[in-house]
């Protein structure tokens, strides 16, 4: 089975499987300074889920918030209005993935 490179902000190196529509599953890296913020709340096909590598993240859905950190995920329907910033006094490191276009 053949795999390719695909460009992934914060990962080194990812690798794919040639035959899968790029749209499936996509992985990134963020980072966000204290207070910070990459994009204002936002919607888009498909799933989303957050994990946190380092620091302390707030998810906004829905109206709603809830704080995540290390080793911590949360998952949601990114149909609905969502965002993430540091909720922390420190830089929060974490990653995204997204299933389904």
Same mark, same amino acid.
């Given at each position: 089975?053949?795999?390719?490179? @695909? /460009? &992934? #902000? %914060?990962?080194? @190196?990812?690798? &794919?499987? &040639?035959?899968?529509?790029?749209?499936?599953? @996509?992985?990134?890296?963020?980072?966000a300074a204290p207070g910070g913020r990459l994009h204002a709340a936002h919607t888009h096909a498909g799933?989303?889920?957050?994990?946190?590598?380092?620091?302390?993240?707030? *998810?906004?859905? &829905? %109206?709603?918030? $809830? $704080?995540? %950190?290390?080793?911590?995920?949360?998952?949601?329907?990114?149909?609905?209005?969502? %965002?993430?910033? /540091?909720?922390?006094?420190?830089? *929060? @490191?974490?990653?995204?993935?997204?299933?389904? #276009?």
């Amino acid at each position: 089975m053949p795999f390719i490179e @695909r /460009n &992934a #902000k %914060g990962l080194a @190196r990812c690798l &794919a499987d &040639a035959s899968l529509d790029p749209e499936t599953l @996509r992985i990134h890296i963020s980072e966000a300074a204290p207070g910070g913020r990459l994009h204002a709340a936002h919607t888009h096909a498909g799933a989303e889920a957050f994990y946190v590598l380092e620091g302390f993240a707030m *998810v906004e859905w &829905a %109206g709603e918030r $809830q $704080q995540i %950190g290390p080793g911590e995920a949360l998952i949601l329907d990114a149909t609905t209005p969502h %965002g993430i910033f /540091n909720a922390g006094d420190v830089p *929060v @490191r974490y990653m995204v993935i997204i299933a389904g #276009k």
